[in-house]
T-cell receptor, first 112, second 108 residues
Framework: DAKTTQPPSMDCAEGRAANLPCNHS???????VYWYRQIHSQGPQYIIH???NNETNEMASLIITEDRKSSTLILPHATLRDTAVYYC?????????????FGKGTKLSVKP | GAGVSQSPRYKVAKRGQDVALRCDPI?????LFWYQQALGQGPEFLTY????????KSGLPSDRFFAERPEGSVSTLKIQRTQQEDSAVYLC??????FGPGTRLTVL
């Protein structure tokens, strides 16, 4: 799987949008971008994934650049409960085609 | 229950003891993954099952680690002769999108 690069930490004010960047310059054509987060003392939680189009669900939006070499996860109105480590992962989707390769992620701190 | 459950949530073992960690995946889910997460690090893959078949065990760090899923549902990760470096959180995932809360293993 392609590797990803994320900033180690970010701060965000409560109620503001949190924009978490991820670089994946060696992504292959059949690899999706996945985002997970891990709140302290819990298991990772799936957030969203996409191939090349922007995606939105009830948790977040995913913006993927046209060349697919980078993406941004957007939490539109961050709350204190969004404080977590956010992982950007690229992999082939569908079925169970291999494990997830987590990096160190971005530790997002949402402050009041 | 609707989610993945793991037991025990916390386990303290003396060095050299054997431990068994249990994962109850979401009912009907075919794939099951085990990950190890050291303090301050992201989870690292250990092994993967499709039903009862262990299709990938490339991440198991040594032959002291053994996993099974005999009936294609509940899985057990066994660590023999535990060492201090085995101290970590062990995570189970059902169909890669659903993770359990993990078992925190501390080896003294």
């Amino acid at each position: 799987d392609a590797k990803t690069t994320q900033p180690p930490s970010m701060d965000c004010a409560e109620g503001r949008a949190a924009n978490l960047p991820c670089n994946h310059s060696t992504i292959s054509g059949n690899e999706y971008v996945y985002w997970y987060r891990q709140i302290h003392s819990q298991g990772p939680q799936y957030i969203i994934h996409g191939l090349k189009n922007n995606e939105t669900n009830e948790m977040a939006s995913l913006i993927i650049t046209e060349d697919r070499k980078s993406s941004t996860l957007i939490l539109p109105h961050a709350t204190l409960r969004d404080t977590a480590v956010y992982y950007c992962i690229v992999r082939v989707a569908g079925g169970s085609q291999g494990n997830l390769i987590f990096g160190k992620g971005t530790k997002l701190s949402v402050k009041p | 229950g609707a989610g993945v459950s793991q037991s025990p949530r916390y386990k303290v073992a003396k060095r050299g003891q054997d431990v068994a960690l249990r994962c109850d995946p979401i009912s009907g889910h075919v794939s099951l993954f085990w990950y190890q997460q050291a303090l301050g690090q992201g989870p690292e893959f250990l092994t993967y099952f499709q039903n009862e078949a262990q299709l990938d065990k490339s991440g198991l760090p040594s032959d002291r680690f053994f996993a099974e899923r005999p009936e294609g549902s509940v899985s057990t990760l066994k660590i023999q002769r535990t060492q201090q470096e085995d101290s970590a959180v062990y995570l189970c995932a059902s169909s890669e999108q659903f993770f359990g809360p993990g078992t925190r293993l501390t080896v003294l």
